[in-house]
């Protein structure tokens, strides 16, 4: 596609639930970035992907959030036992290469997740 | 205190004004320095990046720089109803790849 997406663009889930949030990356971009943007807020680094494997985690909050990118193209990020507080719009970014300084994040739309 | 201040707003001017939105750091590291806009119900998209303090000119827009005050600014000229969006500063160390992001400034351009 022509550029980043997202699925599902919003997920009301319940308190406890496991949640599963897909993101396309632009065809080619070997990087891969998960952020995490709360109300009224800037976005939060939560994870990089350089290909298949996880560059850098060290946003991830704890230990009930994951994410993957097996095949080094989609990615999803796991959310276990949801908690109120994981309610945020979670955003997906890639870029080309990922190991050039100030290259370009592409962002997607974003999936609105809330959990009640 | 956070890494990166930005101030929230909201910020409302009318058609035509200059408009000067601003972020500060606090961590000597940060080389690259971006401004984001994002419309509401999207991602946000890269307007400007800079390096080196100083001024960088794209169109209506400047970005400026000044890294012995940790302090970085848009400023955009002759604004637009279609520049109402929120703003977001974004700094990287080099050799990083995780952006870190101030809170974002809201701006509404009144016709």
């Known amino acids: 596609g022509a550029g980043v997406s997202q699925t599902p663009s919003n997920k009301v889930t319940e308190k406890g639930k496991y949640v599963e949030l897909r993101c396309d990356p632009i065809?080619?971009?070997?990087?891969l970035y998960w952020y995490r943007q709360s109300l009224g807020q800037g976005p939060e680094f939560l994870i990089y992907?350089?290909?298949?494997?996880?560059?850098?985690d060290s946003g991830l909050p704890n230990d009930r959030f994951f994410a993957v990118r097996p095949e080094g193209s989609v990615s999803t990020l796991k959310i276990q036992r949801t908690e109120r507080g994981d309610s945020a719009v979670y955003l997906c970014?890639?870029?080309?290469?990922?190991?050039?300084?100030?290259?370009?994040?592409?962002f997607g739309p974003g999936t609105r997740l809330l959990v009640l | 205190q956070k890494e990166v201040e930005q101030d929230p707003g909201p910020l409302s001017v009318p058609e035509g004004a200059i408009v000067s939105l601003n972020c500060t750091y606090s961590?000597?590291?940060?080389?690259?320095f971006m401004w984001y806009r994002q419309y509401s119900r999207k991602g946000p998209e890269l307007l400007m990046y800079t390096y080196s303090s100083g001024n960088k000119e794209d169109g209506r827009f400047t970005a400026q720089v000044d890294k012995s005050s940790k302090y970085i600014s848009l400023f955009i000229r002759d604004s637009q109803p279609s520049d109402s969006a929120t703003y977001l500063c974004?700094?990287?160390?080099?050799?990083?790849?995780?952006?870190?992001f101030g809170q974002g400034t809201r701006l509404t351009i009144n016709p």
């Open positions: 992907f350089q290909g298949t494997g996880a560059a850098d």
């Open positions: 065809s080619g971009h070997t990087a």
């Open positions: 970014a890639s870029s080309l290469t990922g190991t050039v300084d100030l290259e370009t994040q592409y």
């Open positions: 974004a700094m990287l160390i080099q050799g990083a790849q995780k952006l870190v």
């Open positions: 961590n000597s590291a940060f080389q690259y």
